[in-house]
């Protein structure tokens, strides 16, 4: 062991209750017991397993589930998906109300690189995963655990919360790995790390439901002994309404109906206040066009009869 991790293990020691067996073991039995069900639970493919992760980034998982359905109802493996025209991901994306269109595009051309490069295979660990495009570490992170129970312990907002009420943590990143880290038993990351995020999404919310939720911590929890349930800030969400982000979907979801649009045709469907010469006019909309075209999702044509808009195919 290097100087670096012994150091590292026994910084994340002094915030674990002596038995760290009990507590693994009380947290694997609740979840075990019950838990919420979702389908990708019910899979170990890696497909259907990224396919619901990249879904969920900032969307709930109750309106996850039926998008991710249909999705895999119209592409049902990786080769399907990459064969896709990506404007058809992407207008699916943008009527299911997914998020950034972004996603979808990054999510085709991953499947495109398993089929076209690794020829079918899929990378089986954190660091092989995050070669795909769009793949993050933390999504990496959770495909390998969930796909291949070969993932580390999986860190995020919900995650840091419930550690840093349970073991009275610094709100400190490396130290939310370290005790992550080595509270997870070796070997068990799709178990683990299903169960400590159901912890916190059901028990360790913003405000938590220790006792109506039967947590299993709450003998070691420092914030159920304490009564004191603060927790790291979590970043809110922009409005989305009005926002550059929604007239950037609204885009996408017009030109899905149309071959092509000249800009005065695209502009009144994307907002009603659209005037050529104003505030909201041609150099707004050519702005959200040229942010999308950089994206690779619309082409943007000069011709003699001025600039038209398109999804790009």
């Given at each position: 062991?290097s100087d670096?991790?012994?150091?590292?293990?026994?910084?994340a020691?002094e915030?674990l209750?002596?038995d760290?067996?009990?507590?693994?073991?009380?947290l694997v039995?609740?979840y075990?017991?019950?838990h919420?069900?979702?389908?990708?639970r019910e899979?170990t493919d890696?497909?259907e397993?990224?396919v619901?992760?990249?879904?969920?980034?900032?969307?709930?998982?109750?309106?996850?589930?039926?998008?991710?359905?249909?999705?895999?109802?119209?592409w049902p493996?990786?080769?399907?998906?990459?064969a896709?025209?990506?404007?058809d991901?992407v207008?699916?994306?943008t009527?299911h109300?997914?998020?950034?269109?972004?996603?979808?595009?990054y999510?085709?051309?991953?499947?495109?690189?398993?089929?076209e490069?690794?020829d079918g295979e899929w990378?089986?660990?954190?660091?092989?995963?995050?070669?795909?495009?769009g793949?993050?570490?933390?999504?990496a992170n959770?495909?390998?655990?969930?796909?291949f129970?070969?993932?580390?312990?999986?860190?995020?907002?919900?995650?840091?919360?419930?550690?840093?009420?349970a073991?009275?943590?610094p709100d400190?990143?490396a130290?939310f790995?370290?005790?992550?880290?080595?509270?997870?038993?070796?070997?068990e990351?799709?178990?683990w790390n299903?169960?400590?995020?159901?912890?916190?999404g059901v028990?360790?919310?913003?405000?938590?439901?220790?006792?109506g939720?039967?947590c299993?911590?709450?003998?070691?929890?420092a914030?159920?002994?304490?009564?004191?349930?603060?927790?790291p800030?979590?970043?809110?969400?922009?409005t989305?309404?009005?926002?550059?982000?929604?007239m950037?979907?609204?885009?996408?979801?017009v030109l899905t109906e149309?071959?092509?649009?000249?800009?005065?045709?695209?502009?009144?469907?994307?907002?009603?206040d659209?005037a050529?010469g104003?505030?909201?006019?041609?150099e707004?909309?050519?702005?959200?066009?040229?942010?999308?075209?950089?994206?690779?999702?619309?082409?943007?044509?000069e011709?003699?009869d001025?600039?038209?808009a398109?999804?790009?195919?």
């Amino acid at each position: 062991m290097s100087d670096q991790s012994a150091t590292d293990d026994a910084s994340a020691a002094e915030y674990l209750p002596a038995d760290a067996g009990a507590v693994q073991d009380a947290l694997v039995t609740w979840y075990t017991a019950d838990h919420r069900s979702y389908p990708w639970r019910e899979t170990t493919d890696p497909y259907e397993i990224l396919v619901s992760e990249v879904m969920s980034q900032q969307t709930q998982l109750d309106r996850v589930v039926s998008a991710w359905t249909d999705f895999l109802d119209r592409w049902p493996t990786v080769a399907d998906l990459a064969a896709a025209d990506r404007s058809d991901v992407v207008g699916f994306w943008t009527a299911h109300s997914l998020g950034y269109n972004n996603r979808a595009k990054y999510l085709h051309e991953a499947a495109r690189q398993v089929v076209e490069e690794r020829d079918g295979e899929w990378p089986r660990n954190p660091d092989g995963l995050s070669e795909l495009m769009g793949v993050g570490p933390y999504t990496a992170n959770a495909v390998a655990s969930f796909a291949f129970d070969n993932g580390n312990a999986v860190v995020d907002t919900n995650v840091k919360r419930v550690l840093y009420r349970a073991f009275d943590l610094p709100d400190d990143d490396a130290t939310f790995e370290e005790v992550a880290q080595r509270l997870m038993p070796e070997g068990e990351s799709r178990i683990w790390n299903n169960a400590v995020m159901e912890l916190g999404g059901v028990a360790c919310e913003k405000t938590p439901d220790c006792d109506g939720a039967q947590c299993p911590w709450r003998e070691w929890c420092a914030a159920y002994q304490t009564g004191d349930f603060t927790a790291p800030d979590v970043p809110t969400q922009p409005t989305f309404e009005g926002s550059r982000r929604q007239m950037r979907g609204r885009v996408v979801s017009v030109l899905t109906e149309y071959d092509e649009l000249a800009l005065d045709e695209l502009g009144p469907r994307v907002r009603v206040d659209y005037a050529p010469g104003g505030e909201n006019g041609r150099e707004w909309l050519r702005g959200l066009l040229d942010d999308l075209a950089d994206d690779g999702i619309v082409a943007v044509n000069e011709g003699d009869d001025g600039t038209t808009a398109s999804l790009k195919r």
